[in-house]
């Protein structure tokens, strides 16, 4: 086993430190470090519920973290500002940064989807995107970033993590898993491989239930938790459990990952090794809440071995049932002190304690900077994947108006208006239907007959894994207009903008271009090599 002050090196005087401040805390204030609610970057006024909540969590319970969900950038500076110089000991700033921060924060930039940075098989990429997002974590303050997904993409059908993954295969994925987190490393930010022990192989969405991963434990090791073995030999600081059901490991039936002893202790901790921060996923999602209550799944995940619950349903709920548990001796004294340890190195060595108050300038300066929009385009360029026939045909000799049947699975949005606006403005003949599917198949058929037939139909499809969505595939009945589309323009094609195995679901033959994920960068790639214009 590695240990976590191998994990988090520090010098002889910052240990001091952190032992120091270790000795003279308190178990109500050790507890507190190992919540860590939610935030959004919004504005608050002082007298709002959502402000005082945010106040009294960090004074009172002494919160150990923060995980910023959708906001401003702006909001969350003042915020992250304001609530540092209230906090004994400096707060744990996180979120979901995969493919940077404009995953939670508005008008930022998003680097491509991990399956797309992996088809460019160029690992550098991989390190340089870790070390860029990382650089623009710290110009915010945030410390800690839920990246990498390490988990396989091997069922098809998976609704939630699908193109977050880098793919299916275990060496590509562990490969480019640490590439990122060696680059995010460099530059003193944590790093979080997930969902332990593997989210992959399911067409369950833990936000919405319970997944059942029903593989052998000999699969498991060989290939789900594998990726995971690679990043910890990588040095990865920290781990996040899945709310997962795994029976290979876990005999109870119905029990969480995350919550289950053997899975998070016996598994992670002794046999695989891992002496760094393991994280819960966030604890208000079904896949915990509709089988346990608030105070059952505090207990049960800081007893199974977690050191810090993400997004309790209520967290002075969890905070109480903790601390009562320490009490009744359900869970050894010396395991919470054990958690806040590595959380106070963790802190240490990303620099918490030494920071000094931030400057808004430098945030300008750091976040979607000319140097990061380069290396973005540059992954997204290099990403698309194009069948033979779309080589054929692209760039479109653009001898036809281009005519742009944009499908989507859900009302469009500006994600969804970006790539046929753009074209639009390039090529100003360029027209644009939106589909989705709540369209009535009768009114599709008169959509068909009503095409010009001197036209180049593009057909974008915006058909994505998204987090609550459920099931997901191309119904039957856009299957039939699919159909109907090529037979009247055989040269049309498909850019899969969203989940790329859908494009199984028109068989073999077609024209299409895979990029892997509807961010705009990518959308901006796609439309410079179907037109061989420069945008």
Known sequence: ?????????????????????????????????????????????????????????????????????????????????????????????????????????????SFPLNMALARTGDLTLANRMGKTIARECRALGVSMNFAPVVDLAGEKKNPVINTRAYG????????????????????????????????????????????????????MLADDIYPFERCISAGVQSIMMGHLEVPAFEKKEGLPATLSQSIVTDLLRNQLGFDGLIVSDAMNMN??????????????AVKAGNDMLLLPPDEEIAYDAILEAVSDKVIPAEQITASVRRILFAKMWTG?????????????????????????????????????????????????????????????????????????????????????????EGLLNRVTDS?????????????????????????HHLLEFFKKIEKR?????????????????LGKGRNTVLAYGDVQISQTAVIARLTGMAV
């Open 352 to 440: 918490l304690f030494s920071r000094k108050k931030n400057d808004i300038h430098q945030v300008k300066k750091a976040v979607s900077s000319g140097s990061s929009q380069r290396l973005a385009r540059e992954i997204a360029d290099k990403s698309l994947s194009l069948s033979k026939g779309a080589q054929k045909f692209l760039p479109a000799k653009l001898k036809k108006p281009l005519f742009c049947l944009t499908v989507s699975d859900k009302n469009p949005s500006e994600t969804e208006t970006y790539f046929p606006a753009t074209l639009k403005k390039i090529l100003p003949g360029t027209e644009n239907i939106f589909i989705t599917p709540f369209v009535a």
């Open 451 to 475: 095409l010009a037939a001197d036209i180049q139909p593009v057909i974008p499809v915006f058909y994505r894994a998204r987090s609550y969505q459920g099931r997901l595939e191309l119904p």
């Open 287 to 300: 896949g915990v809440t509709n089988y346990f209550s608030a105070r059952e799944a505090a207990v049960m």
């Open 168 to 219: 299916s295969d275990k060496e590509l994925v562990s490969s480019f898993a640490e590439a990122f987190i060696r680059g995010a490393s460099s530059e003193h930010i944590l790093s979080s491989a997930k969902h332990f022990p593997g989210h992959g192989f399911t067409t369950m969405d833990s936000h919405r239930e319970l997944p059942l991963i029903n593989r052998s434990k000999k699969k």
């Open 1 to 109: 086993m590695v240990s976590y002050k191998k994990l988090f090196p520090l010098n002889a005087d910052q240990k001091r430190t952190v032992v120091g401040i270790i000795e003279r805390m308190s178990l109500q204030e050790k507890v507190g470090q190992m919540i860590s609610p939610g935030s959004i970057g919004v504005f608050q006024s002082a007298e709002s519920a959502a402000y005082r909540k945010i106040i009294q969590l960090v004074e009172k319970i002494g919160i150990g973290g923060i995980v910023l969900f959708r906001g401003d950038i702006y909001a969350y500076f003042e915020l992250i500002e304001e609530l540092q110089a209230k906090s004994k000991i400096p707060i744990l700033f996180s979120a979901d940064f995969e493919r940077g921060l404009a995953m939670r924060i508005t008008n930022t930039l």
């Open 489 to 505: 323009f055989p040269d049309c094609i498909y850019i899969f903008f969203g989940n790329p195995f859908l494009s199984e679901q």
